[in-house]
C-alpha cells in the first residue's frame, strides 16, 4: 500500500493520510474506525456509484461496529446543489448523527464536494473521510479539503474548507469507471504534471495502455505521484492564498465553459483540458511558455481522447461567467498560466483581450 501524508504547515489543522492500493473496500469499516471511531455514521453516494459498491461499504462499515446512516441523490454535476445538501442534513438530523459520527463520501468529485460540504455544516462540523471511486476524485477532488456546491452563478461558488480525517482509494474501484470518466481524471493528472513535474507527463505519455487497461499497478503508481503533488502544494498553502492557487490551472477558463456549455454537455476533465489549452495560448502570447511545449500538452490530452477545442459557445456569457469567478482579485481577473513544462505562475494581471484571444483559440486554432 502506498500512503502519502498531507502534513499542513499551519495549525489547528491536522495531518491526514492518503492511502492507494488495491482491495481497500473491504478494509473501509475498519480503517474509518481507526480515524473517527463512533457508534454511527453517514455514507453519501450517488445513484450510479451506489449500485455498484454501496452494499460492500455498508457492509464493511456494519462490521466495524457503526449505525450506519444512507444518503443517495441522483448522480450529476446538476445535483451538486444546496437543495441536496438540504436533503442529506434533513436524512442525518433525523438519524440523530452525533458530533463524532463521520460522514464517509464514496464516489467522485461531486459526491465528495457535497458530502465534505455537508460534514462542514452538520452540527457545526463532523468527521469526513473520502473514498474516491473515480481518478479525478483520486488524484484530485478527494485531497485538499474544498467542499462545496455550485450555483446559477457559477461553479463552487459556495463552500468551505474542511480537511479530511483520511482518504482511502482502492484502484480496484475504478475498474467500474468508463472511459469518458477516466480521460476527465487524466485532465487532472496533465495539469499536476504542467504545474510541478515534467516526468509525470512523460509517465502518463508511456503508461496510457496500461492506465486504460486498469493496471492495478500503474494505477496505484499514477495516483501516488499525482497525490504528492497536490499534497505538497496543499501542506504549504491549505487555504489558497498563494501556491496552491496553481491547482486552478485550466480552471478558470474550464469553470465558464461547464457553467455555459452545460454540465451535461461538457465535463468537468473535459472543461479543465479546454481551459489548460486557452491558458497555454495566452501563455505563448505573452511570450511565457515556448509554442512547443503548449503543442506537446495539447497533443497528449489529443492522444487521451481529451477535447483541445470546442466548436462553439457563447463568447459572451463564457466572458461573463469568467468575470463572476470566485478567483477574481480587486476587480481584476486571476489566471494560471504555465511557463514551462513543470511550472506555472499566478498572474493577476491578464487583459480583457488576452482572454478573448484564450477562448477564440478554443474555437479556431492556431492560425496559419
Known amino acids: 500500500m502506498s500512503t502519502i501524508w498531507l502534513k499542513p504547515e499551519h495549525r489547528p489543522l491536522e495531518p491526514y493520510a492518503i492511502d492507494v492500493a488495491a482491495g481497500l473496500l473491504a478494509k473501509l469499516g475498519p480503517m474509518v474506525h481507526q480515524h473517527a471511531p463512533a457508534p454511527s455514521c453517514g455514507i453519501v453516494s450517488d445513484s450510479i456509484v451506489a449500485k455498484h459498491h454501496l452494499a460492500a461499504a455498508v457492509a464493511s462499515l456494519q462490521g466495524a461496529g457503526y449505525r450506519v446512516v444512507e444518503f443517495v441523490f441522483p448522480a450529476g454535476e446538476a445535483n451538486k446543489t444546496l437543495s441536496t445538501v438540504s436533503r442529506g442534513l434533513d436524512c442525518f438530523l433525523a438519524a440523530r448523527l452525533e458530533r463524532k459520527s463521520p460522514i464517509v463520501a464514496l464516489g467522485g468529485g461531486v459526491v465528495g464536494d457535497l458530502a465534505g460540504f455537508i460534514a462542514a455544516t452538520l452540527l457545526r462540523g463532523v468527521p469526513f473521510v473520502q473514498v474516491p471511486t473515480s481518478l479525478l476524485a483520486a488524484v484530485d477532488a478527494s485531497v485538499g479539503g ?219 486554432g492556431p492560425q496559419s
Open 146 to 364: 474544498k467542499v462545496g456546491v455550485d450555483h446559477a452563478v457559477g461553479k463552487n461558488l459556495i463552500g468551505a474548507f474542511h480537511q479530511p480525517r483520511a482518504v482511502i482509494c482502492d484502484v480496484e474501484l475504478l475498474r467500474s469507471l468508463p472511459d469518458v470518466e477516466l480521460r476527465c481524471g487524466l485532465a487532472e493528472c496533465v495539469k499536476h504534471g504542467v504545474i510541478r513535474d515534467a516526468a509525470l507527463l512523460e509517465f502518463i505519455a508511456a503508461n496510457t495502455q496500461g492506465i486504460f487497461s486498469r493496471d492495478a499497478h500503474v494505477l496505484t503508481d499514477l495516483i501516488t505521484q499525482n497525490v504528492r503533488i497536490k499534497a505538497a502544494i496543499v501542506s504549504e498553502d491549505p487555504f489558497e492564498h498563494g501556491v496552491r492557487a496553481l491547482l486552478n490551472l485550466g480552471h478558470t477558463f474550464g469553470h465558464a465553459l461547464e457553467v455555459v456549455v452545460g454540465y451535461e454537455n461538457l465535463r468537468h476533465g473535459e472543461a479543465v483540458a479546454l481551459g489548460m489549452v486557452a491558458a497555454g495560448h495566452v501563455a505563448v502570447q505573452r511570450k511565457m511558455l515556448p509554442p512547443q511545449d503548449a503543442h506537446y500538452v495539447e497533443r497528449l490530452l489529443q492522444s487521451l481522447g481529451l477535447p483541445t477545442r470546442l466548436p462553439a459557445f457563447d463568447m459572451g456569457a463564457v466572458l461573463a461567467a469568467m468575470a463572476g469567478d470566485k478567483k477574481v482579485v480587486d476587480g481584476r481577473l486571476r489566471l494560471i498560466l504555465p511557463c514551462g513544462l513543470g511550472a506555472a505562475v499566478i498572474v493577476d494581471s491578464a487583459s480583457a483581450a488576452e482572454v478573448r484571444s484564450g477562448l477564440e483559440y478554443l474555437l479556431t
